[in-house]
C-alpha cells in the first residue's frame, strides 16, 4: 500500500494533478482552487491547514512541468 500523500510530496501530487485535470492550464487556478484539487487527490492525508502559499506555488510549478514535458 502506497504511503499517504503530505503537503511535501510536491513531484507526486504534481503528476497526479496533471492525470486528474487533462487539458488544464496549473498557472489559470486560483490558490484556493488548487488547494480543493490536492485535498480531493486520492490517497491525499495532508492536513488542509497546513499548506501556504509557498507549496502551493510549488505545487503549481511542478504541475506546469509535468503539463509541459
Keep these: 500500500m502506497p504511503k499517504p500523500l503530505q503537503w511535501t510530496d510536491v513531484e507526486e501530487i ?27 487527490l486520492p490517497g491525499f492525508a495532508g492536513d488542509p491547514h497546513k499548506s501556504g502559499e509557498k507549496i502551493l506555488e510549488a505545487i503549481q510549478m511542478a504541475w506546469l512541468d509535468e503539463v509541459q514535458d
Design 14 to 40: 504534481a503528476f497526479l494533478l496533471a492525470e486528474a485535470h487533462p487539458g488544464v492550464d496549473p498557472l489559470t487556478l486560483r490558490f484556493t482552487d488548487l488547494h480543493a484539487k490536492v485535498l480531493a
